[in-house]
Structures are given as C-alpha cells and as structure tokens.
C-alpha cells in the first residue's frame, strides 16, 4: 500500500526505468475503427492486474467474441503462456507481439537454439547433449558443460547451464515462430497504428485520476471511454432520427 489516503493505490513499473504510482487502465479495441469496446480500471500491481489476466478476461466477457474466432492483437505483455494457452483454447488466434528472449550471455545461445522434446520429456543443447526435464520443469547440463568448446556462448554458470521451461513452453516456442513470419508482421504493423491513437484519445490530458479507490475511478473511466466512442461514432459517420441510429457507408 503506498497511500493512506487511497489504499487502492499501487507502484508499478511501465518499463525498468519508468514508474508509475495509482490505477492501471485495460481497453479492448476495435482495430478497424478505433472503438474501445470494453475496458476495466485496476490497481496498478499484483498478478491479478496484470495487462494478460484482465486483457484475456475482457475479452472473454465480450459478446462480439462468441459468434467465433477472432484475431487479438497486443504487445508483448499479453504474450504470457497462460494468456497464448486461453487464446488458443478459445480458438482465437494470438497476432501478439512475443515476449524477448535474453541469452545468459550478451549476443549467445538463447531458449530457442536448444531442441525440447516434449513427448520424449527431454532438452538437448546445440551441443548435442541431452538432457531430461525435471518434474519441475528444469533442465540441468551441469557437468556436461566442462570443457564444452560452446560454453562461452552458453553460459557463465559454474555449474553449467539450466533451464526452466515454462509449463506452457511449447505454444510460446511455436508463437515466436509464427511471429517471424511476414504476414504476421505486416497484420500487426496494419493495425497497431489505430490502436494506439485510440489509446492516445483515452490519456490525453487525463493521465491522472479524478477520485480515490478503484470503483469510483473505474466509473469514470467507462464514462470518458462512452464520450470517446460517441466522438468516434460521429465522425465515422453516426446519424439519429427518431427510434434509429445509422453509420454512414
């Protein structure tokens, strides 16, 4: 808790060198026009308030999602495993920018340069030695990389390299290989650019919260969200008579 006058309050951390203090907003947005068709005010920390969970969940409440599979676009944040397995059990497809791998050692061998057998329960390096992956999920090369002519590039360990595979490890491996793909690039490169001039709409001049604790704030989020998505619909054409509304063609 940083605030006793709003013990809703959270730190967080937007990147390693930027910090932010308060509530998180969560949207989903309709790319093709910009509308924000669902959205969820929160603490800014914790597991439950991550952008996956709340993104995943919004998604899940949305209506428009029932009548099939749909294409959801997000950064990197919502390329969790858990949120690629809901995905992908909704049958939806993930058009999500894949979270970085880090080699253990600046410019080496990274997750995927190692070869996971998950039928067979093993992990061989680009050594060539294999390993079994532990009930926990860890794969260890340990005295296997003495002396190893690649271990430089691999890992600066003492006791040589380890893994921790996560248990969705699979589908995370397969996304970041669809990610490469040009067609996957080119269709979040399309649409992002909307995205985020719907988001620029919701911040601009109103990065702070006008009340304490979450649910008053969260009211007024989906009151500002309304006015935008009205602003929008007029522009994009909305017309009223009498018992009928109409978006010009």
Avoid at 14 to 37: N, Y
Avoid at 102 to 109: D, Q, S, T
Avoid at 155 to 168: C, I, K, Q, S, V
Wanted: charged residues 20%.
């Amino acid at each position: 808790m940083i605030s006793t006058v709003d013990p809703d309050a959270r730190h967080a951390h937007k990147t390693i060198s930027r910090r932010q203090d308060g509530f998180k907003a969560h949207v989903v947005v309709e790319p093709d026009t910009g509308l924000i068709i669902a959205t969820r005010l929160t603490g800014a920390a914790g597991a439950a308030n991550s952008d996956a969970t709340v993104g995943i969940a919004l998604l899940a409440d949305d209506e428009s999602t029932a009548a099939g599979p749909v294409e959801v676009l997000g950064d990197s944040a919502y390329g969790t495993g858990e949120a690629l397995d809901a995905l992908d059990r909704a049958g939806h497809t993930a058009v999500i920018k894949p979270w970085p791998l880090r080699p253990a050692v600046p410019g080496g061998f990274t997750l995927d340069d190692f070869t996971v057998d998950q039928a067979a329960g093993t992990a061989t390096c680009p050594h060539g030695t294999t390993r079994p992956i532990s009930r926990t999920r860890a794969v260890t090369f340990g005295a296997a990389c003495r002396g190893c002519p690649l271990r430089q590039r691999c890992t600066t360990a003492t006791d040589g390299r380890t893994l921790h595979l996560h248990p969705h490890e699979a589908l995370q491996r397969a996304h970041r290989a669809r990610a490469a793909d040009p067609d996957f690039q080119a269709t979040y490169r399309r649409h992002r650019p909307m995205v985020e001039r719907s988001l620029a709409w919701l911040t601009r001049g109103n990065r702070r919260v006008p009340y304490r604790g979450a649910a008053k704030n969260d009211a007024w989020l989906h009151l500002r969200v309304a006015a935008i998505d009205l602003r929008r619909l007029l522009t994009l054409g909305l017309t009223g008579t009498p018992g009928h509304w109409a978006l010009a063609s």
